[in-house]
């Protein structure tokens, strides 16, 4: 017990003291992120960053031949698919694709936490993106964005890395993962949002990063928090059987779901698998 709460006061202090060592955001994203904020862009130079990453340009193909874009021509090059996707969306997506390359470690145990976290986020971001291309459907006004939920989606949870990582120095605690688990519970939704200010992300991916699991924070309109917390429900993040009826039941009143069981359909799990499809 002493080694897990020792462990434990080593992220807090960390934390406070801001010495805890955060993920980099792949360079790649980088580039794309910096170029989609110059005015002067064009299509086909973003097109050249992108064709620089093979697993950034075989994401964006796989983008935009989904479902979610609706299309029965197949684009087959990379300036096709930024052409499809459009500049003002490549900017979410290319970070989404490549927020999976921090995801990794050379340690065995920590390796396998993470791809568990990874696919696990991965689940979530499918209902949330299913979700939303519904709602989108039906509410064409909304100030809501597909760009959006997917990348508040994948950079959710991403405080999970350095509470892993930091893990890997005191390995013995790997003895008990139920420890591990009420860490990550504790302290990841703090650590994502310095993660998200770390890698210059707007005050509402932060916000959402932070807040995803804290149920005390409850949107009266319809937020990317809904979408997000549907897909917890979907995979039993949250355990409490009345606080995902309550939350359900909401989520019918807003117009997120059209009726209450709506995600235990096959062709919800269709489409989510559809979703899930771009990320693997």
């Known amino acids: ?3 897990e709460n020792a462990l ?3 992220l807090v ?11 980099t955001l792949p360079e ?17 130079q973003m097109s050249d960053i992108i064709a620089q990453d093979p697993a950034l340009s075989l994401g964006m193909l796989k983008v935009a031949n989904s479902a979610l874009l609706g299309r029965s021509v197949k684009v087959e090059t990379v300036s096709q698919a930024v052409t499809r996707i459009g500049l003002r969306q490549i900017k979410g997506i290319a970070t989404a694709m490549a927020i999976e390359q921090v995801f990794v470690s050379k340690n065995e145990i920590v390796s396998m936490y993470m791809k568990k976290s990874w696919l696990k986020t991965i689940d979530i971001a499918s209902v949330a993106i299913s979700l939303m291309t519904m709602y989108l459907k039906e509410h064409k006004h909304t100030s809501l964005t597909l760009d959006t939920i997917t990348l508040a989606a994948l950079v959710h949870n991403i405080g999970v890395l350095p509470i892993l990582t930091e893990a890997e120095n005191h390995q013995d605690v790997f003895a008990n993962p139920t ?3 009420q860490a990550i519970i504790k302290l990841s939704g703090k ?35 809904d979408f997000i917390r549907a897909g917890a429900i979907y995979h039993n993040v949250f355990k409490n059987e009345s606080t995902k009826e309550a939350l359900l039941t909401s989520y019918t009143k807003k117009g997120i779901l059209p009726e209450i069981d709506y995600m235990q359909c096959d062709e919800f799990a269709e489409m989510c698998n559809e979703v899930k499809a771009m990320f693997s």
């Open 1 to 3: 017990m002493a080694t």
């Open 8 to 10: 434990y006061t080593i």
């Open 13 to 23: 202090e960390k934390i406070k003291q801001d010495t805890l060592v955060l993920p």
């Open 28 to 44: 790649v994203a980088l580039k794309v992120r910096t170029a989609a904020d110059d005015p002067e862009i064009n299509l086909g």
């Open 179 to 181: 420890f591990l688990q």
């Open 191 to 225: 650590i994502s949002g310095t993660i998200t200010r770390t890698w210059g992300f707007s005050d509402e991916f932060t916000e959402l990063a932070e807040s995803w699991s804290d149920l005390t924070v409850l949107p009266k309109e319809v937020h990317y928090l």
